[in-house]
């Protein structure tokens, strides 16, 4: 059973609107989640995390929201930027033997110029 | 530069045939991770090893078997490959209980099974 579920396997923003990638979970022992971007032919990059104790967390242009009661994050991107153009992935943490992340199966975001 | 460092980077094999993917990581981790991508599957945790001379299964173990040769290096073995394992490998380190948990991945292996 999937515990960390990405619903839109792609998104097509366009430039300098907002983006907005969404994930849900099942795991209630998740303590911590993150974000991972990945471009072609390269592995995945970390991008930004929140701790679960926390309802907002903001790097820059990336903005991380967790709803803990409806056990959802999102990840907003503002101005979205052509080199944006990837896929995300979301990742919780379990705390388990060696901070065993699992992840979702991943967004393609598509900004269109 | 600091990193993981996978080897190599693509390899096509035969069925049965027998190899090594090889993985380095120069930033002082702990832990380390074998993950397999698949279209549409997203990223699944193959082995881990939270420390050195410890390994332990993940989510996809089968067909598979690990060594953590010391704490720079933790290798995958397919020792009789099959189509199913045709994938793209990532290997991961990361700085183990230390917020924000993030894994720094290499980049990757592409593997093709006939």
């Known amino acids: 059973d999937q515990q960390v579920k990405q619903n839109s396997p792609s998104l097509s923003v366009q430039e300098g609107r907002i983006s907005i990638l969404n994930c849900d979970y099942t795991n209630s022992m998740f303590d911590y989640f993150l974000w991972y971007k990945k471009y072609p032919a390269e592995g995945p990059t970390f991008l930004i995390s929140?701790?679960?104790?926390?309802d907002k967390n903001e790097d820059g242009r990336f903005t991380v929201f967790l709803n803990k009661s409806a056990k959802h994050l999102s990840l907003h991107i503002v101005p979205s930027q052509p080199g944006d153009s990837a896929v995300y992935f979301c990742a919780a943490r379990t705390g388990g033997g060696a901070d065993g992340l699992t992840f979702g199966k991943g967004t393609h975001l598509i900004i269109q110029p | 530069n600091a990193g993981v460092t996978q080897t190599p980077k693509f390899q096509v094999l035969k069925t049965g045939q027998s190899m090594t993917l090889q993985c380095a990581q120069d930033m002082n981790h702990n832990s380390m991770y074998w993950y397999r991508q698949d279209p549409g599957m997203g990223l699944r945790l193959i082995y881990y090893s939270a420390s050195e001379g410890t390994t332990d299964k993940g989510e996809v173990p089968n067909g598979y078997n690990v060594s953590r040769l010391n704490k720079r290096e933790f290798s995958l073995r397919l020792e009789s490959a099959a189509p199913s394992q045709t994938s793209v490998y990532f290997c991961?380190?990361?700085?183990?209980?230390?917020?924000?948990?993030?894994?720094?991945f290499g980049s990757g292996t592409r593997l093709t099974v006939v």
């Open positions: 991961a380190s990361s700085e183990r209980g230390r917020p924000p948990y993030g894994y720094t």
């Open positions: 929140i701790s679960s104790i926390k």
